[in-house]
């Protein structure tokens, strides 16, 4: 293993962790400076990595950029083949090559940012344009004839339907045996093609090909497919604005666990700003695009559907609170982030008349933590 493979699989490791630049040149065995130079070669690759003087390197929190290090952290079996490109022909048509060449074994995999002649079944087009889906396909050696195996295609729906629902809380349709479909349109199809032995009818291997659109691209899809394909979102501001969504109920849950308090305690806003730091990246590109109403109107769905019914919060007092918050993280990160988290509260508490020094009264005072 190199060691900008090494560096990015403790980076994924500890993602939103600070690691020392000598910490991990001892860990991988390599000089500082092999390690800035693989930190270099990340970065130019599109992976956020921060770094600075006497600070270390971290992986942001809001990285979302496939890696083999990254996905092998999630997998039963983490030496598996693992091969991510950014545009293919066809996954499939990848992997079974693989497979006859004896390149890869059961459970590996081979995945695309974007299909140039993707496929479904019956040799119908998959429309597999760039960053709108995920596009895969696995290789798998059961044991025993095509008889025996009958039922891979329906196992793969099944799984792609509990991993969304898990992931993106949204309830998929499955069409037997290989579509699945969300509200009323098809966001996912699944081809399965297995090569066999002809005198014994043993499968020596199948290919489960898998592609699920994420978000639609409404500009360049062929008119024939707008009436019947979907995606689990309409469009990619419907996708940010739900994963902004849960990067504010992580907050609230860290509120809850960490006995943090009331919003306005210094403790709280000190919270608040290194807890949003760690998408400082997803943000970022948000103001960048001027799309920062989805973080206001992600934070007040939040806050007045999910925090103001269970906790009898007032609900401008949420819009309140939940406003300055985000409106202080966005002008510290405009500015460079000059003043420490614990600077900028003091001053804040300062203004509103309140001890600097004052600490949050403990979870039974507050509403959030009751």
Known sequence: MTVKSSLLEMLEKNKGEVLSGESIAGELGCTRAAVWKAVKSLREEGYHIEAGPNKGYMLAKDTNRLSQEGIRLFLDDPKVKIDIYDELES?????????????AGHGAFVIARSQTAGRGRRGREFYSPADTGLYMSVILKPQGTIHDSLLITTAAAVAVY?????????QLDIKWVNDLFYKGKKVCGILTEAVTDFESGNIEFVVVGMGLNLYLDQENMPAELRNIAGALYETKEDALSDYFHEIVAGYIRECRTEKIGRFHNRSSIVHALKYFD?????????VDAKLQYILWDAMNDYMSKRIMPKYKIPEYELYFYGGALLNVFLKWQKDQKKESAEQIADSIIK?????????????EDDGINA
């Open 351 to 363: 203004s509103m008349g309140l001890p600097v020094t004052s600490h949050p009264t403990k979870c």
């Open 162 to 170: 509990r991993a969304v629902a898990q992931i993106c809380g949204i």
């Open 278 to 286: 760690q998408y400082e990246m997803f943000i970022g590109k948000l």
């Open 91 to 103: 996954t499939n048509q990848t992997a079974k090559k693989e497979a006859m060449m004896g390149e």
